[in-house]
Nanobody, 127 residues
Framework: QVQLAESGGGSVQAGGSLRLSCAAS?????????MAWFRQAPGKEREGVAS???????GYANSVEGRFTISRDNAKNTLYLQMNGLSPEDTAMYYC????????????????????WGQGTQVTVSS
């Protein structure tokens, strides 16, 4: 079993930045997993934001490409999401997710096929 704990959410004005973190625990080889960030805005379906594989190959949703950067520190078992140029449309609960697969991480992002999920951290962007 893998436990995921997000942190770093908060309130920011449009154009600002935030960095989310996700600490993984409970499985010795989680640094080989696909890792990803999802988000869910009020009244909307959950959507994939970004994914990263064990070799740090990344994939992004079109809506965040060029503004958000996903990264991982395998030594610390921690996943990050650097968010720049935030807009009110980015307001959502952000979730960290992990899957034991080590490949097709972006395809899994698009099809929502991740096994382990965190509790989420709220990001609110005001205009």
């Amino acid at each position: 079993q893998v436990q995921l704990a997000e942190s770093g959410g908060g309130s920011v004005q449009a154009g600002g930045s935030l960095r989310l973190s996700c600490a993984a625990s409970g499985y010795a080889y989680s640094n080989r997993f696909c890792m990803a960030w999802f988000r869910q805005a009020p009244g909307k379906e959950r959507e994939g934001v970004a994914s990263i594989d064990s070799g740090s190959m990344t994939g992004y949703a079109n809506s965040v490409e060029g503004r958000f950067t996903i990264s991982r520190d395998n030594a610390k078992n921690t996943l990050y999401l650097q968010m720049n140029g935030l807009s009110p449309e980015d307001t959502a609960m952000y979730y960290c997710a992990a899957d034991p697969s080590s490949s097709a991480c972006y395809t899994r992002l698009l099809t929502m096929r991740y096994t382990y999920w965190g509790q989420g951290t709220q990001v609110t962007v005001s205009s």
